[in-house]
């Protein structure tokens, strides 16, 4: 009798005591697309020492994977998370998620019931982000951000002078891996008129971004003459600092003369060793750097 009022005593306290046991599964996990991001939602578990939950994904083709990748934690107080990854691509292809719940004694929980989206067709490109101004060799130079978009294809590139319409100036393929430019066009020693810049993204499907914001710098635009295509300020041979420095993978170098002839541009190494010719074209003097 006495060893049988003992056992139920046992099984009691087993009962009686929840930090024995992992926390239970959360239940009603949902998802929506919000902005073109996936947007979890789920309910909160009723254990007092639930202290996270974690949230878990894979990417397949097929049904419900065999296994998912740990992504990020968030707190009890939290039950939604938004994925920051936009996956684009081949709708056929689809994205799962699942979330456990963690206690205080780091117990985890059953992974939940999954969700799951189709990966998301490519739509319009995203705004293209900090676009700056500053001035090289007295012209208008622009940087911006990379957009994150996989299929970026390049970057339009816009010109206002003052209160003129906007035009298209300029196509930045991405293949060149340059996200910048420099409008040689505009002259920032002849501060007399507001030019303007703005920048649009093209994805691989033509789409264009909306405007990224504007950059303005007061110079004047050279403006071609149909009578004498000369550079009304060029009255001597000038060769440009490159940009960027020879570090990067590719430079820019500009230079300028007063009248055609043969161009020749090649590079030296510091020993004076001749180790690329760049460029050879019937248009101007011999300019040897």
């Known amino acids: 009798m006495n060893q049988f009022f003992r056992c139920l005593i046992i099984v009691n306290f087993y009962v009686n005591n929840p930090e024995n046991a992992q926390p239970a599964k959360p239940q009603n996990l949902n998802l929506s697309i919000v902005d073109s991001h996936p947007y979890l939602t789920w309910d909160a578990n009723l254990e007092s020492d639930t202290s996270s939950y974690k949230i878990y994904k894979a990417n397949t083709s097929g049904g419900e994977p065999t296994s998912y990748n740990y992504v990020t934690t968030v707190s ?16 056929s292809y689809k994205i799962f ?18 969700v799951w989206t189709n990966y998301l067709s490519s739509p319009n490109p995203s705004q293209p982000k900090n676009l700056n101004l500053s001035i090289i060799n007295y012209h208008p130079h622009l940087t911006w951000s990379p957009n994150p978009e996989p299929d970026i294809a390049g970057y339009n590139i816009y010109r206002t002078e003052n209160s003129n319409p906007t035009e298209l100036i300029a196509y930045i393929p991405k293949i060149s891996r340059h996200t910048y430019y420099t409008d040689n066009l505009v ?34 635009l050279q403006k071609p003459n149909p009578e004498r295509e000369l550079n009304i300020s060029q009255t001597n041979y000038s060769l440009e600092q490159n940009y960027p420095n020879t570090f990067n993978p590719s430079t820019e170098i500009s230079y300028s003369l007063k009248e055609d002839g043969l161009v020749v541009i ?13 460029k050879t074209n019937s248009k101007k003097l011999v300019i040897i750097i």
């Open 76 to 91: 009890s107080s939290q039950t939604s998370w938004t994925d920051p990854v936009i996956t684009y691509g081949d709708p």
């Open 97 to 114: 998620y699942k979330i456990s719940a963690v206690d205080n004694t780091n117990k985890e929980s059953v992974l939940s019931d999954y």
């Open 187 to 220: 002259h920032t020693n002849l501060p007399y008129d507001t030019i303007s810049y703005k920048i649009k993204a093209k994805n691989n499907s033509d789409l264009l971004s909306v405007y990224s914001d504007e950059v303005s710098v007061m110079a004047t």
């Open 266 to 278: 090649k590079v030296f190494d510091v020993l004076g060793k001749e180790v690329s010719i760049l």
